[in-house]
């Protein structure tokens, strides 16, 4: 399309409040804000992304431009990727600048399909005098055609791989022809299919505010990476774009791909603050439109902002036009750009009310599952916040999943060595039922990890006991002191061969009790291939080969990758690790045994409550016909130990998984071996252990 025409002023029409933001219709573009508080308002018309000056500037009236508090305009013939501020006049009641200095200010449209932060200075929007060219632009973008699907999608077979779209590619030695944007993603989907992950996590992908750094790490020039500093909620991040103003064709071009390899596509979303930040924040679009509604103040001082976060603001999620406006953006990219489902940031945040307060039953997470479009998708939540709240087990709503915190702290500490936890590692890796079974939640409930973005890599974990965070500026300061690891006995990088063989065996042990849970199972990206950050566990501002992904994996790296792929291909071939319902320990209909038998050394005797024990084991029936058998042995001991095996009329026992082995023989398939184990097996120190029942004979 051609871009507008600088020389001359576009007539208008007074417009109309639907919809929101800006929407090309026959004849031209149709734009519309909401403002309160506002006398009049200006849109500022550019001819592109290049330009620095409006070639237009059409001033809103009340007496044709509003319609309640939205104010609204029709520009005639208006090109599609023009580009387009706000100016909102009159009182603002912003606590860090006068209502002059705030009506000088541009303003981001909240609904911008596709922005431009090509002018922007956060510095510059923060300050009452500074340039109010150096702001966020929104662009005008082709309409989209992408009927809504009425297909239920679940977790219920699920193997999440989390990963950040711009750090998967960014490294030289991906190979991709656009690295670090949508396009490079596409072109790994062969190895995400190899793989053999159902669904990718995506880390913020809505457009957010890459200066949004402490001084300390912009002084180093770090950039906000991660991305949970989001100011346009409606586009795609322009970074990750080719072109930013096809940011949203460009991002349904990824989902297609991605569905068409069969892989599904959840996004990380942050709707508990915005990159407006506090009082030192900048202004750029909803302090000025609607700042008494979309944030949480003080009671007492109204001017003050309420901060459960730790980002400087929280959104006042609960009040009726700010859950209106999430549940439009979280049905936008469901309906228009073909998202999954949604994991949700802080997501205990969606419990406060106007002043902070916890709400029995918060209107926002019930709207979302009474959402007509948002009940056939699943929601995540980080049912946590920064201020205290911990909902893990007890997320309102009915059919909310959770990021298992408790999962991650109890396997990270059985695999370390901790003792006495055999009861708490049963529970976890039968689905948490303690958690989620006593409201009729499912063991689909429970997103297991062990890792995230936020902490330790995998091979991290088991390198290091301390956090390593130097690089970030902060004196390492930031990031969590309870990591729950075990270097193995040396602290960081070693040419010991026997600490690297023990790092190695426990990658595996996290891994494969990962893969052998009830539950959804959920894997940072770069943990199947060993990726190490050197220790950080906060590389939120690090964009940079400490966060990318190396393609030129070390021989440990590609031995690791083979076992993750073998793995998953086991959890594949086994329903009865991905049960529908909790384990009872009893046959289920028409079955012959136990869905469950648990044991310690012995057969049947758990020790679910000595203090001293780091080892169990339990057998799992299958759930269809001819599903073999599985059992899973865990030897967490500094020593090897020799267990027995169940005495089943007319099966034996072969070994599938031993994570003591050395690659290839950590793992085989059913095929690969012959070998009856008898009625015992021994386990090395530190080891997992998985046999397949076969017929004898």
């Not at 966020?136 to 699907?149: D, F, G, K, L, Y």
């Not at 997320?395 to 695999?415: H, K, L, Q, S, T």
């Amino acid at each position: 399309m051609r871009d507008a025409d600088a020389s001359r002023a576009y007539r208008t029409q007074p417009g109309s409040r639907f919809p929101s933001g800006a929407t090309v219709m026959p004849g031209g573009v149709n734009f519309c804000v909401f403002c309160r508080y506002a006398t009049h308002v200006d849109l500022l018309l550019f001819a592109s992304v290049e330009s620095m000056e409006p070639f237009q500037i059409v001033t809103l009236v009340p007496e044709e431009n509003r319609t309640f508090y939205y104010w609204h305009v029709f520009i005639e013939g208006l090109p599609v990727h023009s580009c387009y501020t706000w100016r909102a006049h009159g009182p603002h009641g912003l606590p860090q600048m006068d209502d002059e200095a705030a009506s000088r200010k541009q303003l981001l449209d909240p609904n911008a399909r596709a922005v431009s932060d090509r002018f922007y200075d956060r510095q510059q929007a923060a300050d009452a005098a500074g340039d109010d060219r150096a702001s966020m632009r929104a662009i005008v973008t082709e309409p989209m055609n992408a009927p809504a699907s009425a297909e239920v999608r679940t977790l219920d077979d699920a193997i999440i791989y989390e990963l950040h779209v711009g750090g998967f590619t960014r490294h030289a030695s991906s190979g991709v022809a656009q690295p670090g944007t949508f396009a490079g993603l596409a072109e790994k989907i062969p190895y995400l299919q190899a793989l053999g992950v159902t669904h990718v996590e995506l880390l913020p992908v809505m457009a957010f505010d890459e200066q949004d750094v402490p001084a300390s790490a912009a002084e180093r020039g770090l950039c906000n990476f991660w991305g949970y500093s989001t100011h346009s909620f409606h586009s795609p991040h322009p970074r990750y774009c080719v072109e930013p103003h096809r940011a949203p064709h460009e991002f349904r071009a990824l989902v297609d791909a991605l569905h068409a390899a069969g892989i599904r596509v959840l996004l990380d979303v942050v709707f508990n603050h915005t990159s407006e930040a506090g009082l030192a924040g900048p202004v750029i679009n909803f302090k000025a439109l609607a700042n008494d509604i979309f944030y949480l103040t003080d009671r007492a001082d109204p001017r003050h902002y309420l901060d459960f976060t730790g980002c400087g603001n929280t959104v006042n999620c609960n009040h009726p036009l700010v859950t209106a406006f999430i549940l439009r953006s979280l049905e936008y990219w469901v309906c228009e750009l073909g998202v999954d489902g949604f994991r949700f940031d802080l997501a205990s945040i969606f419990t406060r009310g106007e002043h902070g307060e916890l709400l029995g039953t918060p209107p926002l997470p019930w709207a979302m599952e009474a959402s007509p479009v948002l009940a056939r998708v699943p929601l995540i939540a980080e049912a946590w916040d920064a201020a205290g709240l911990y909902h893990v087990g007890a997320f309102p709503g009915m059919a909310w999943a959770e990021w298992n915190g408790r999962y991650r702290d109890v396997i990270r500490r059985f695999v370390r060595g901790d003792a006495g936890l055999t009861g708490q590692v049963c529970t976890c890796m039968s689905g948490s039922a303690d958690l989620y079974q006593r409201d009729g939640r499912l063991p689909a409930s429970s997103i297991n990890f062990v890792t995230s973005h936020d902490g330790f890599t995998l091979r991290d974990l088991v390198t290091y006991e301390a956090k390593h965070n130097e690089a970030n500026g902060e004196d390492n300061r930031d990031g969590t002191n309870d990591n729950l690891s075990w270097n193995c006995g040396v602290e960081g990088d070693t040419d010991d061969a026997a600490v690297t063989h023990m790092r190695n065996r426990q990658a595996r042990n996290f891994m494969a009790i990962l893969l052998l849970s009830q539950g959804v199972p959920m894997i940072l990206a770069g943990d199947e291939c060993l990726r190490s950050q050197r220790g950080n566990n906060n590389a939120f501002c690090q964009n940079n080969e400490l966060s990318w992904l190396d393609w030129d994996f070390t021989d440990d790296g590609r031995a690791m990758l083979r076992f993750v792929r073998e793995l998953i291909a086991l959890r594949k071939r086994h329903p009865s690790l991905r049960r529908r319902t909790f384990l009872t320990g009893r046959p289920a209909s028409g079955q012959e045994h136990a869905d469950v038998a648990w044991h310690g050394e012995r057969l049947n005797e758990p020790a679910w409550h000595d203090p001293d024990a780091r080892f169990v084991a339990f057998t799992l029936a299958g759930t269809v016909a001819d599903e073999a058998m599985l059992h899973i042995a865990l030897n967490m001991n500094n020593d090897a130990r020799t267990a027995a095996l169940p005495d089943i009329d007319g099966l034996c026992w072969r070994c599938i998984v031993d994570t003591a082995a050395d690659s290839p023989r950590d793992i085989v398939s059913p095929t690969e071996t012959s070998a009856d184990k008898g009625d015992s097996i021994r386990l090395e120190a530190r080891s997992v252990v998985v046999l397949e029942s076969h017929r004898r004979g």
